[in-house]
């Protein structure tokens, strides 16, 4: 079965950091692009961040770029998301996602809560 | 950045009748690389629609995706209890990818 698992979560002060896990399992991990995609009821689904197969390609939405590293361990069929200078604004449920032919999302966890609040 | 602009917010449909969700892009989306998702509560979203029209695995034939360029749609047909939820498109362009705000599809 195709899974994914996300880890990592829980509250964190304003600038603080906080590193997100996600353990895929149930298909070749190498051979994706995986993302990180997060949701508030306010702003819904906003695309984070994603890195592709062998981690030698990473892209970011501009409101992340430079304080947040996306990373893989390809023995360990993990994907990570290090979140340095975290802000009220990164609140949010962050979800792992598995590329589907290329450009969508075709597997996704059940999601990791963050909250960043003093 | 493309932005994608989800109507109505609100669509109040009951069961057997069909659905038609809008979804339009600030500039043409490259190669109509645009997806449908579905959201229920609780839960991550599900691929639906994918390169504008194309039907995920294990999709049903009353969900069908249509448009290019900067206008597109989601059609439900003969619309099942189970299909309420929160509907989003999602498109891809020089490495990026967004979403629009979602369409939350009720039970009338």
């Known amino acids: 079965e195709v899974q994914l698992v996300e880890s990592g979560g829980g509250l964190v002060q304003p600038g603080g950091s906080l590193r997100l896990s996600c353990a895929a399992s149930?298909?070749?991990?190498?051979?994706?692009?995986m993302h990180w995609v997060r949701q508030t009821p306010e702003k819904g689904l906003v695309w984070v961040s994603r890195?592709?197969?062998?981690?030698?390609?990473?892209n970011y939405a501009d409101s992340v770029k430079g304080r947040f590293t996306i990373s893989r361990d390809n023995a360990k069929n993990t994907v990570y998301l290090q979140m340095n200078s975290l802000r009220v604004e990164d609140t949010a449920v962050y979800y792992c996602a598995r590329d589907q032919y290329y450009y969508y999302m075709g597997v996704w966890g059940k999601g990791t809560t963050v909250t960043v609040s003093s | 950045e493309v932005v994608l602009t989800q109507s109505p917010d609100t669509l109040s449909l009951s069961p057997g009748e069909t659905a038609t969700l809008s979804c339009r892009a600030s500039?043409?989306?490259?190669?109509?690389?645009l997806a449908w998702y579905q959201q229920k509560p609780g839960q991550a979203p599900r691929l639906l629609i994918y390169a504008a029209s194309s039907r995920a695995t294990g999709i049903p034939e009353r969900f069908s995706g249509s448009g290019s360029g900067t206008d597109f749609t989601l059609t439900i047909s003969r619309l099942e209890p189970e299909d309420f939820a929160v509907y989003y498109c999602q498109q891809y362009d020089s490495s990026f990818h967004t979403f629009g705000q979602g369409t939350k599809l009720e039970i009338k």
């Open positions: 500039q043409s989306v490259s190669n109509n690389y």
């Open positions: 890195i592709n197969g062998d981690g030698s390609a990473t």
């Open positions: 149930g298909f070749t991990f190498t051979n994706y692009w």
